[in-house]
Structures are given as C-alpha cells and as structure tokens.
C-alpha cells in the first residue's frame, strides 16, 4: 500500500525573514539607483556640461584642482542626498508610504526634465512649459508605477553620473585645468638691440561707437581721459575683434591667430603666445581674469588669492537655476563674472582719492577693481624690459557702476533686451564707461608720474563689443548679423615709445594685428607663423573682415569705419526742479529703505530705482523719477518683466544724493506734460 504524500516542509522563519529582507533591501537598491538616474540628468549632466564648456569660469574665480575635483563631486553626489534622505523617512511610515514618495519623487525629477527638454525643442516658455512639464511628471510617474520597463530602464542608467564625470575630466574644454598638461611655448628673439617698456590693457566688452560724438570724433566731454589718449597715440579706427566671446578673442590676440578650436583659454592650449615669446627677454607682470595664457614659468602667480570653495558652489548653483528654469535665459558663467573691489581683496590704495568734487563718497578708492590697483603698483621703471599686462572686465556687464565710481545694486535678472529695457541696458553702459574712462586717466596719470609715459609703448583696446540693437542684444549671431558695428569695432590705441602727437589710422586692422605690432615695436622677433599683420608691413586688403562666432568658422563681414548711432535723447524734464504736484495713483519701488539712510562710506548709492505700476496705466506712459526734488531720469512704462517689474530707471548723476535721508519722488507724465505724484509703497 502506497505511502501517503505529505506537503512540503515549510522554510524556518529565520529564512523566510531573511529573504523578505534581502528582497526589500534589493527594491530599495533599485529605487535610489533610479533616482541617482534622474538626477544626473536633471542635475549633474547640465551642469558639468555647462562648466565643462567654460574653462573660463574657473580662471576666473582662481580655481586649482582640487576645488575643480571637489566641485564636481558635489555635482555628481550632493542632488542625490535629499531624496535618499527623504526616501530613508518614508521608510519609517511603512511599505506604501515608501513607494508612494518613490512616485512623487520620479515624478517631479521627470517634470524637471521635461523642463529642460522643452526649452530645447518647443517654443514653450514660463507658465505654459510649467504646465506640460507638470504633465510630463504625472504621466512618467504614472507610467512607472504600472510597468516595470521605466524602472529598469533607469537603473541602468544610474551610471550616467560616472558617464558624466569623465567626459568633464577627460574630454571637456575644462579638462586641461585639471589633468596635467605640459606648459612649453618657445620664447622670441631679439630682432633690434632696443626693447622699450610695453604697458598693454585690454577691457572688455567695448563698442568703438560707444566712445564716439556725432563728428565720429572720441566724445571728449564724455570721455575726456580716452580722448587724452587719442591725442597722443595712433588711433586704429577700423580695427576690429575676432570674436565675440573672450575665451576665443583673447587668444587670437595674443597669439596672433585666428581661433581655430574651442578649447580653454589656457597655456597648455596656447603654448606660443604673448608671454611666452617676450618671457625671455622680459620681465612679465600679468594680470588676467579668464584666461590663462601666462605660464606659471612666465608668471608670478595672481595677485588675487583663489576665491575658495563657496564661491564656486554659488556661482554653480546660480547656473543650475538658470538651466532648470522655465523662463528664457541665456546661460553663459561669463554673465556674473564681476572684477573684485580693492576692498573685497584687501589691497592697499595705488593713490589717494583725487581732488574731483564726484569723488567726495569716501570709499570710491575702494570700489577700485582690485586688479586694476596692482596694475598701476606695477608701473614703475624697472632695469630689464617689462611687459605690464591687464584684462580688465571694465565696461563688462554686470553693471554696477556710476561715472564717478560710485556703486549701485540691481536684480540679477534685470532685462536688457526689450522694449524699454535695452535702453537702460545701454544707459547702464555707458555709465559703467564713463567710470571705466577715469580708470584710463588713472593709467596715464600714474604712467606720467612714474617717468615710464614717454619710454613705453603704451596699447589701450578691447577684445570685443556688444549690441544694443532693439531685438538684437548681446553678442550672439544675430547680434553679428543685425549689427557688426556694434559687436566687432572696438577701441585701438598704440603709443610708441616717444610719441606726442596723435595721428588716425584706416587701415584694415584685426586683432590678430596685435601681437605682431607689439612685436615689432619691443624687438622681439616671433619664432612661430601668425595670421595677423603688423602695423609696420603692408596693410590687409580693404573690403572685407573676418569674425568667429563659432572657432574654426569664419564669418564674413564688411570692412569700413563705423558710424555712431544716435545718443539717446535726454528728456527735457532731467535736471530740472520739481515742486509740489496734484496726487493721482499709486507705484510700487524697491529698495525704498536705501533711500531713507544712505551713508558715503559705503560708496554705494540706491542709483537704480526699479519697481511696479497698476495694470491700468498703459505701456508707454512716461514716469519722472526725483532725488530730493530734482528729476535724475524719465523712463516709459513697459510690459511687466518675468519679476514683475514695469519700469527702472538709473539717476546717473551722484550730486542728487546726500548722506542720511533722501526724497524720492515718482511723477506720472500726463500726454499734455502735466505731471502726477504717486504715492510710493
């Protein structure tokens, strides 16, 4: 008789616990590997791709290595800790809770991509992308709740981060500041026995027309320190950058040729080039921002200490609000780039504050860049040959200055492209310029000083320009296209060594030009081919220029002299007295607290008065904006601004203030010129 069959043997408890266990710990593998999937792309992959095309961002901020190397760990590791931690939580709630916050967490870091994905292909912006993004969320969330393909899919994905990390360290323009690299680059020989003193400032961001009065002549009343140097040096009129971004146009410069890749502006990129031909016969002091084409052979190092860590996470974590926002943006690290303050970097003044009544705020010697005051320690004779090099990112945006060197604060995200604010932009400017002009008086009146004037050969330009052309702001192709004369003319002044009188060159100049001029000038005879012409040999053939929006793709442009365009027209009402005045509606303003205590020490005044007006008064309407009863600016109401805000205006003129309290005013302009004082919130 056959045996009876007996069920099987239930596993121990121990073991059905243990595999429960190992079950649970493997799901929440899968979940955090899913999540550390989607992070790095909302978060890491924009990032590291961003920096890793601006080398220039950490020149600028003085980074090593090792803040680089800490840097992109945080990158690839921090975004990750809230939602583990988060995800750690929910555990502690139960099974359900935990994959319900898995859900809602997939789903926002899906919309978060959705964001940047709409950006790049649809037209979409602001509350309208938001909306699909939102959508985009649920149906991913939704989608990976049902089906286990989106989970895997993401799991496998979960290397993307170690994909990322290494295409920044290995393969990015970036690279080269963290992998070592060799810093060769053949030195110049002597062509003459004679090698004068060569002092080269190179600004930023500089529009020749920006410097012009009507008669096409430097705006002396305006500028009279530039125009000081015109009478006394050869004034290229027709010289032109090679590109409208620094870290191409700076090299081409100082290596003579055209930009031919893009890669960082860095010596082991550009091992021939200015410092290295005159570093055997020179001494070289050089002071650069977001470069670095002087080797550590050549070069004393920076003046200015590194800015640390903390800086770079800010400035990063200004980026990634600017990648993942649904509101246009361009995002471009060279946006924020702001020279330190004498001040911030703990320098000694170069000079006492001079004897002009606009310098009476105490502490304008200190909103000296800091960079600019070494410069001028430097200029002393020496007994060798010295190159005195400075990149000043003067008159560069971010704007922040008065023509008297007085400092203000504006929003970071203050328009400068449409209706309304491209003037400001401009009037910004060319107040920044007007600072930037007691700067070159600064230069020349130390170089005077220090018997060097008259022995050196003395360079003054700009890498670039920029357009203030309604619907073409900026420097980008279109800017090139709609107005070349903006973005590629720019300021070119030589002194030769000895030289008095002032004279006006037409010659087809382009920056490549430069290296091979200064060359000839110091004696120095250039071991390599360059692309430029010195102002010594036969001129390039008029007609044409040519202008790298992108490296290694030459546009072609129009060679001429240009034009200036009209100076914006100074409404009647400025500078005039404002007496009492009917009230009749209300506006909402900024920063009113700054008006009630300003104090001269700071060196800072509350100049740029921005704010808000009902929806019933209609764009196009005039405001007068008044300091203590005088009118500083008229501007037009315009279509409020993605940070609310339907007008700004900059009072330019710093004798409106006085220390303590000040009275500001702001009067609607009625169409028969009438005006109405607003009540002020």
């Known amino acids: 008789m056959a045996e009876p069959a007996t069920a099987p043997e239930a596993p121990p408890p121990a073991v059905s616990r243990r595999a429960r266990g190992v079950a649970a710990a493997r799901a929440e593998l899968g979940r955090q590997l899913e999540i550390v999937a989607l992070v790095g792309l909302v978060v890491t992959q924009p990032l590291l791709d961003v920096l890793g095309r601006s080398p220039d961002f950490f020149l600028f901020h003085r980074a090593g290595r090792e803040e680089i190397l800490l840097l992109v760990a945080l990158v690839a590791v921090a975004p990750t800790v809230p939602p583990a931690v988060l995800g750690a939580l929910s555990r502690l709630a139960g099974r359900a809770a935990r994959s319900v916050t898995h859900t809602v967490l997939v789903g926002l870091l899906v919309a978060a991509l959705a964001v940047q994905v709409g950006r790049h292909v649809t037209p979409l912006r602001g509350v309208p992308l938001l909306l699909v993004a939102v959508l985009a969320g649920v149906a991913g969330a939704a989608a990976h709740r049902r089906w286990r393909a989106p989970g895997r899919v993401l799991r496998v994905a979960a290397a993307g981060p170690l994909v990322f990390v290494g295409l920044f360290l ?56 530039f125009a000081e140097l015109a009478r006394g040096s050869t004034w290229y009129r027709d010289a032109t950058g090679v590109s409208g971004w620094t870290p191409n146009a700076l090299p081409a410069m100082l290596t003579g040729r055209y930009p031919a890749r893009g890669v960082a502006p860095h010596y082991s990129q550009y091992p021939q080039n200015l410092f290295t031909a005159f570093g055997g016969l020179y001494d070289v002091r050089a002071e650069e921002s977001i470069t670095r084409l002087c080797p550590p052979s050549r070069c004393e190092q920076p003046v200015a200490p590194e800015q640390g860590l903390g800086v770079l996470v800010r400035e990063s974590g200004r980026l990634l609000g600017q990648v993942t926002s ?3 943006s361009r995002i471009d690290p060279e946006d924020s780039y702001r020279e330190r303050t004498r001040a911030e970097a703990g320098l000694d003044a170069a000079e006492p504050i001079p004897d002009d009544p606009k310098f009476r705020w105490d502490s304008l010697d200190d909103n000296q860049p800091a960079r600019f005051t070494s410069f001028l320690a430097g200029l002393k004779p020496a ?76 360079v003054v330009t700009a890498d670039h320009g920029v357009s203030f052309t309604p619907g073409f702001q900026g420097r980008g192709m279109d800017a090139i296209k709609a107005a070349p004369k903006e973005v590629a003319w ?3 002044f030589v002194k030769e060594p000895g030289q008095r009188t002032g004279r006006v060159d037409d010659r087809n100049w382009e920056h490549v030009d430069l290296l091979p001029t200064v060359a000839d000038e110091a004696g120095i005879r250039l071991p390599w081919r360059v692309d430029g012409r010195s102002a010594r040999s036969e001129p390039r053939p008029a007609g044409q220029k040519r202008f790298y ?8 442009i129009p060679d001429g002299v240009p034009t200036p365009p009209p100076l914006p027209a100074v409404h ?37 008065v921005w704010g808000d007006v009902p929806d019933a008064v209609p764009d196009g309407t005039l405001l007068a904006v008044a300091v203590n009863g005088t009118v500083g600016a008229v501007v037009p109401v315009v279509p409020r601004d993605p940070g609310g805000r339907r007008f700004a205006a900059l009072v330019g003129d710093d004798r409106l203030f006085r220390a303590g309290a000040n009275r500001l005013d702001v009067y609607e302009i009625a169409t028969d010129g009438g005006l109405r004082h607003l009540a002020l919130s």
Do not use: K
């Open 490 to 492: 720019v300021p070119m």
């Open 549 to 556: 929006d992108v490296p290694g793709e030459p546009v072609v």
């Open 572 to 608: 009647p009402l400025v500078g005039t007295a404002v007496g009492q005045r009917p009230a009749g509606g209300t506006a909402r303003v900024a920063d009113l607290a700054g008006f009630r205590s300003t104090d001269p020490d700071t060196g800072t005044l509350p100049a740029l």
């Open 383 to 458: 007994p060798r040959p010295t190159l005195h090099f400075l990149h000043l990112l003067m008159p560069h945006s971010p704007w922040a200055f008065l023509p008297s060197g007085a400092r203000y604060d504006a929003p970071d995200d203050l328009p400068n492209d449409g209706a309304g604010w491209v003037d400001l932009a401009r009037q910004r400017h060319l107040a920044q310029l007007g600072y930037t002009d007691r700067l070159i008086g600064e230069t020349l009146r130390t170089l005077r000083a220090t018997g060097l004037y008259d022995q050196a050969m003395v």
């Open 170 to 225: 290995v393969v990015s323009p970036t690279s080269v500041l963290v992998l070592p690299r060799a810093a060769g680059g053949a030195a110049g020989t002597a062509a003459t026995a004679v090698h004068p003193p060569v002092v080269m400032l190179v600004l930023d961001e500089l529009p020749l027309v920006s410097l012009l009065g009507p008669d096409g002549q430097i705006d002396a009343a305006r500028f009279p320190h």
């Open 326 to 328: 649904p509101r246009e």
